[in-house]
């Protein structure tokens, strides 16, 4: 079992910066990817960011630029730099990763999802 535990997410201004971090444990073999989702309100959930196991990284495009994932393997943890935070990012954040758990297979994990608002 693999555990996730989501920090960061607030309110800010636009123009304003947040940084989110998902720190994961438990019985973790090997990160084969991970990820940011965000769900805004009425909309369905969508990939911001994610970087794979070789450190290859992907990025919306709505976020391109603005936006930074990293992660650090000796804690088990990923972060989303984000700045210059506009209305339209406003949204339930949500870290994932896919996992191969030790003696068993891969399983995709998510948190438990952090608010981040942006007002104008």
């Known amino acids: 079992q693999v555990q996730l535990v989501e920090s960061g997410g607030g309110l800010v201004q636009a123009g304003g910066s947040l940084r989110l971090s998902c720190a994961a444990s438990g019985s973790i073999s090997r990160f084969n990817a991970m990820g940011w989702y965000r769900q805004g309100p009425g909309n369905q959930r969508e990939m911001v960011a994610n970087i794979i196991s070789s450190g290859i990284t992907n990025y919306a495009d709505s976020v391109k630029g603005r936006f930074t994932i990293s992660r650090d393997n000796a804690k088990n943890t990923m972060y989303l730099q984000m700045n210059s935070l506009r209305p339209e990012d406003t949204a339930v954040y949500y870290c994932?990763?896919?996992?191969?758990?030790?003696?068993?297979?891969?399983?995709?994990?998510w948190g438990q999802g952090t608010q981040v608002t942006v007002s104008s």
């Open positions: 994932s990763v896919d996992v191969k758990v030790i003696g068993g297979p891969s399983w995709r994990y």
